[in-house]
């Protein structure tokens, strides 16, 4: 038996999420990958994700693992996978772990990016690839109100209400707001993230990027522990999983940098 390890891209726009859903309306990012690694294995393929994601969300940088005895190599699952899986799937890369290693538990962090336009009228190409949000945004406003979500904390106010996580105690490891020609991106790291976390806390901090709230309120929000405190969740078509890390033992790529320099084809 071996375990293979897979660097997975999609477009969130095709399916109703990442996960298996006994009949959706719209395929599933879990259901389409599992079809075709199963017919490339010749046996049922269930694969375990980094991090679920939610109907509209994106991923460049997802990672899901599975148990298979078949003779394969990297390459099979690479190339069969892009050929048989939803064109909406690519993937990047397949390498082979011992059974130490598990996509979900053993993730150090994950990171997510999102990305929203205050620009009018909206741009055509950006559809369903950036949210189209209400302006102007002042990112610098937004930014200092985000750090006062750095370090370890109760983020029940930006938790979905359905969540199902034992507790709401995550870490926040590093966050951002920066503006980038006619984009604006909030980019958030975590040990963990919560059910809609980052769209609630994006949602926020476009009340303080509007002048609706001051920077200070987010610290206000975090500490009252009430999701009916904060804002409204921003739009699903806006957020990216973009890199997860692991310890070095396990030898998984490097996560690439999320800012590379073709974000700027967006502007």
């Known amino acids: 038996m071996t375990r293979w390890v897979l660097g997975v891209e999609y477009d969130g726009a095709c399916f109703s999420g990442f996960q298996r859903q ?49 003779v394969r190599k990297a390459e099979d699952w690479i190339r069969g996978g892009n050929t048989l899986t939803h064109p909406g ?37 950006l559809r369903e690839r ?8 002042d990112a610098e406003d937004m930014r200092a109100g985000a750090q006062a979500l750095l370090g370890e904390h109760d983020f029940s106010s930006f938790q979905a209400a359905g969540c199902q996580a034992r507790h ?21 790291q975590a040990n963990a993230f919560l059910q809609h976390m980052v769209r609630n806390i994006v949602g926020s ?22 999701r009916s405190r904060a804002g409204v969740a921003a739009p699903p078509e806006g957020l990216y999983l973009v ?8 030898g998984l790529p490097v996560p690439a940098a999320t800012w590379p320099a073709s974000w700027a084809g967006f502007c």
């Open 89 to 125: 799937i690519c993937i990047h890369w397949a390498l082979a772990r011992d059974e130490a290693f598990n996509a979900r538990f053993s993730a150090s962090w994950r990171r997510y990016l999102y990305l929203m336009t205050d620009q009018r009228p909206r741009q055509a190409l």
């Open 168 to 188: 709401a105690r995550r870490t926040v490891q590093h966050i951002d707001v920066r503006r980038i020609g006619a984009l604006l991106a909030v980019e958030i």
């Open 22 to 70: 006994s009949s959706p309306q719209r395929p599933t990012v879990q259901g389409e990958l599992e079809a075709a690694l199963s017919r490339i294995a010749d046996h049922p393929v269930r694969l375990v994700c980094a991090g679920r994601t939610d109907a509209g969300v994106h991923a460049t940088g997802q990672v899901v693992h599975f148990d298979s005895p078949a």
């Open 130 to 137: 950036v949210a189209a949000v209400a302006g102007p945004l």
């Open 205 to 226: 901090l476009l009340e303080v990027g509007r002048g609706e709230r001051p920077a200070a309120w987010m610290g206000e929000v975090l500490a009252q522990r009430d």
């Open 243 to 250: 890199a997860v890390g692991y310890p070095e033992e396990h």
